[in-house]
C-alpha cells in the first residue's frame, strides 16, 4: 500500500498545483428520457441526496433498493456516520416514505403538483434536516449576490432559520434557474473561470444548489406516480451500512520507523516516480516535468498533504454499499435481488475518480451514478490492510493493482500536459464569504436580479438552461419532469469537500447482527452492525 498512497498523494498534489482554464460539467444525474431505469435512478439520487445533510463529505450518502419477496430494502450507506446520526437520518427517509405512501390519490392543484399540499409538506421536511446546507447556500448566495451586482443591498439583522424562508428561497432560485438571466449568468461564470474571477461561477452553483431540492422532490412524487409499489406502506424496511473505520495517515503508518522530519520529507516527486514505473526512459522524462512543476511547489503540496492530520482513508460510499451488498447476498443468491433488476447504487455526489475505477474494475454488473474526475487522497477500499492469503485477498490485491494503475496513468497524464483538470463543483464549494443575508434579504435580491444583470454585457445572445424536451409526455405522466436535465451547477464539483471525506465520525459500534432502530407496522429501520475496514 505505500506505493498506492504515494502515487495518490503525487497525483493529487498535481491536481493542485496546475489548472486548466474553464470547466466541464459533472454528468447530469438524469438525462431527459422517458425510460423507466432513468426516471428510477433519478429517484434514486435524489433520495440519497436528501440525506446529504452536512458539508465536508461525512454525509454524503449511496443507496439501493432491493426487492425481497415480502418487502422492499432501502439500503444506505454513508462516509462517516456514526449510530445516532444514522438513526436520526433513519427516521428523516422513513418520514418522507412513509407520508408519500399513505396519501391517497391526491386532488389536482391548480398549480400543479409544486403547489400540492404534499409537495410542500416534503419540501419543508427535507430543507428542515437540510438546514445547516441551506443556511449555507443563502449566505454564500448573498455574499456572491453582492460581488456580481455591485448596488445590491446587504443586510445582517434577520433571522435565517423560518421554515417559510428556506421554501421562498428554494422556489425563487427554481425561477431563476428556467430564466434566460440565468444562462447569462452561466456564460459570465465560464469568462470568471479563465480569468480567475469566480463569483460568478459560485453565483450559478449556489443558485443550482437551492433549486436541487424542488428537483428532489419532484423526483420523488414522479416515482410515486411512475413506481406506486415503491411506497407502499405494509412493508419496507430502511437500512444503513455501518461506515468503515478511517485509515491512520498512511504515508506516517507506513514509515513508522522514521522520524517525523524524515517521513514527510522522504516523498519528493523525484522519487515517487522512480517507483511508478521500470522504464529509465520514462523515469528520466517524468521527472523532467517534475522539476518543472517545482516552480509551483509540487513537493511541497505533496509534503503537505501527507502530514495532514486528516489524511485518514475511509471507504466511500458507493464501495461500502457495493462491498456489503454483495457479502449479504450473492453466497445465498448468486444475484443482488435490484428493484426491477435495476442494478444500480445511486449517490448524493457524483462518483469520484477512484471508486469510477473500482466499479469498472469489479465484475459485479452493478453500476453506480456517472463521475466527474475529482481524486481524493482520503480513499480506501474495504480490509485493504488484510494480508491474509486466499482467493478473497487475491481479489484485493487485483482491484487494488487495477486502480492504482489508473492513478499512474492519470498522474503521468498530468504531468505531460502540465495542466491539471481544474476541480469542478460536485455539488459543494468552500467559499470564503464576507457577510450574511436573511432568507428574506436574499429573496428581494434574487427578485431584482433579472432586471439588474440583463443591463451588463454579459453574452451576446439569450438561452435558457433547460432543453426542450421533444415529444409530447403521456397524460397524467411527469416522468419527464424527473428527469429533465438538471441546471448545470448541480452537479459541479466543489472545492470542499471529498478531499477530507468522511474525515471524523465515530464508528458505528452496533453487533454484528444488525439493530432495529426504529420500528412501526412492518417497517423497521435497521443499523448494519460495524465491519472492521
Known amino acids: 500500500m505505500n506505493r498506492f498512497y504515494e502515487s495518490l498523494v503525487l497525483l493529487t498534489g498535481l491536481r493542485e498545483v496546475h489548472h486548466r482554464n474553464g470547466q466541464t460539467r459533472a454528468p447530469s444525474d438524469a438525462e431527459p428520457s422517458e425510460s423507466p431505469s432513468r426516471t428510477f435512478e433519478c429517484f434514486v439520487n435524489k433520495l440519497a441526496q436528501v440525506c446529504d445533510s452536512r458539508r465536508g463529505g461525512d454525509t454524503v450518502t449511496s443507496l439501493a433498493i432491493l426487492r425481497h419477496p415480502d418487502r422492499l430494502q432501502y439500503v444506505f450507506a454513508s462516509n462517516q456516520r456514526n449510530a445516532k446520526d444514522i438513526e436520526k437520518t433513519s427516521e428523516f427517509v422513513y418520514s418522507l416514505l412513509y407520508y408519500v405512501g399513505s396519501r391517497g390519490p391526491q386532488p389536482e392543484s391548480p398549480g400543479g403538483d409544486d403547489s400540492s399540499t404534499m409537495f ?43 421554515p417559510t424562508e428556506r421554501e421562498s428561497l428554494v422556489r425563487a432560485a427554481t425561477v431563476l434557474l428556467a430564466s434566460p438571466t440565468y444562462g447569462r449568468i452561466v456564460d459570465r461564470a465560464k469568462i470568471g473561470r479563465i480569468d480567475q474571477s469566480l463569483h460568478w461561477s459560485e453565483l450559478e452553483h449556489f443558485i443550482g444548489r437551492l433549486a436541487s431540492y424542488i428537483k428532489a422532490v419532484q423526483a420523488i412524487m414522479g416515482a410515486r406516480k411512475r413506481f406506486p409499489e415503491l411506497f407502499e406502506v405494509d412493508g419496507f424496511e430502511v437500512q444503513f451500512v455501518a461506515s468503515s473505520t478511517p485509515l491512520p495517515n498512511p504515508m506516517m503508518a507506513f514509515q513508522a520507523g522514521l522520524p517525523p522530519i524524515q517521513r514527510r520529507s522522504a516523498r519528493p516527486a523525484h522519487d515517487i516516480i522512480s517507483r511508478m514505473t521500470s522504464d529509465k526512459d520514462k523515469i528520466a522524462t517524468y521527472r523532467h516535468y517534475a522539476e518543472e512543476l517545482q516552480r509551483c511547489g509540487l513537493d511541497d503540496r505533496i509534503a503537505e498533504q501527507c502530514g495532514k492530520p486528516l489524511f485518514q482513508p475511509v471507504v466511500h460510499s458507493e464501495i461500502l454499499l457495493l462491498e456489503w451488498l454483495l457479502d449479504e447476498y450473492a453466497e445465498e443468491t448468486h444475484s443482488v435481488p435490484f428493484y426491477g433488476d435495476v442494478k444500480y447504487i445511486g449517490c448524493s455526489k457524483p462518483t469520484c475518480r477512484l471508486c469510477d475505477c473500482y466499479f469498472a474494475a469489479h465484475n459485479s454488473g452493478i453500476r453506480a451514478r456517472p463521475p466527474h474526475p475529482n481524486v481524493y487522497a482520503n480513499w480506501t477500499i474495504p480490509a485493504i490492510l488484510d494480508e491474509s492469503d486466499g482467493e478473497a485477498s487475491r481479489e484485493k490485491t487485483r482491484m487494488v493493482d487495477t486502480v492504482l494503475g489508473k492513478i499512474r496513468e492519470d498522474a503521468f497524464r498530468e504531468m505531460r500536459e502540465k495542466v491539471s483538470e481544474r476541480k ?53 405522466d411527469d416522468a419527464w419532469s424527473v428527469v429533465a436535465e438538471e441546471g448545470g451547477a448541480e452537479n459541479r464539483s466543489g472545492r470542499e469537500v471529498n478531499g477530507d471525506k468522511g474525515k471524523g465520525e465515530d464508528e458505528d459500534d452496533d453487533d454484528g447482527g444488525g439493530v432495529i432502530v426504529f420500528s412501526g407496522r412492518k417497517m423497521r429501520f435497521i443499523s448494519a452492525g460495524p465491519r472492521v475496514y
Do not use: M, W
Open 120 to 162: 410542500r409538506h416534503l419540501l419543508r421536511n427535507i430543507l428542515n434536516f437540510n438546514s445547516k446546507r441551506i443556511r449555507y447556500y443563502a449566505k454564500g448566495l448573498a455574499g456572491h449576490l453582492g460581488n456580481c451586482i455591485a448596488d445590491c443591498e446587504r443586510d445582517d439583522s434577520s433571522d435565517a432559520s423560518l
Open 424 to 476: 469542478r463543483f460536485d455539488s459543494n464549494t468552500d467559499s470564503s464569504l464576507p457577510t450574511f443575508q436573511s432568507h428574506a434579504s436574499v429573496l428581494a435580491n434574487l427578485d431584482d436580479l433579472s432586471s439588474q444583470i440583463s443591463g451588463l454585457s454579459i453574452a451576446s445572445r439569450e438561452r435558457y438552461l433547460h432543453r426542450v424536451i421533444k415529444g409530447k409526455a403521456p397524460a397524467g
